[in-house]
């Protein structure tokens, strides 16, 4: 029973969005933030799988058989979103121990563009699966490390208090979220 509803989506990322949610900015949030604010509501989404993939000619070029994958990870130029962009420096920390060097970063604050900076060999980037499905099964895209999967919990933050439109729209967001998201 979702009547009209105009929405202003706000971009920025997940990591920063609750700041937007608790200055009252924004009506609802996405963030990776479990832990919900007085007066709010979260609800756990699921799980966005990040996976890092180059063009399979950018891998031939950076990535060759043999060579050291932490020297890989840091002579081959990669992407990231906007200058508050951490994911791509907490991965190569997790997965590969990298904490004092990173790669050259070109900044591509646009989904589309940010995929299509991967798509064209000019970075390796990390990129949520479900953005990349298509390119993966024509081999647009691959992956350089199949096991080294990201799983960023997702969590809706919303207010304890709704209206009728409200509430559906959050249901409705929780409802499509368990469609496209893994939750185990």
């Known amino acids: 029973n979702l009547k009209t509803l105009t929405l202003e989506v706000i971009t920025d990322d997940q990591e920063n969005t609750l700041e937007y949610f608790k200055k009252g900015l924004v009506s609802a949030c996405l963030s990776t933030t479990e832990k919900a604010i007085s007066g709010c509501n979260v609800d756990f989404l699921g799980y966005m799988d990040y ?7 950018f891998k031939r070029q950076y ?7 932490r020297n890989n990870l840091i002579e081959a130029p990669a992407v990231i979103f906007d200058a508050k962009d951490r994911l791509h420096k907490r991965y190569l920390e997790r997965f590969f121990d990298i904490h004092d060097q990173s790669p050259s970063y070109h900044i591509v604050p646009s989904v589309h563009g940010f995929k299509q900076f991967a798509l064209l060999g000019y970075a390796y980037a990390l990129i949520p699966r ?11 895209l691959v992956e350089l490390f199949p096991k080294a999967v990201w799983r960023m919990p997702l969590y809706w933050h919303s207010w304890k208090i709704q209206t009728e439109n409200y509430k ?14 893994n939750s185990e």
């Open 168 to 181: 559906a729209f959050n249901s409705l967001v929780l409802k499509v979220a368990k469609k496209y998201l």
């Open 63 to 69: 990535f060759k058989k043999g060579k050291n994958h």
């Open 130 to 140: 479900i953005d990349i499905k298509k390119e993966l099964l024509n081999k647009q």
């Open 51 to 57: 996976l890092l993939v180059a063009s399979p000619e």
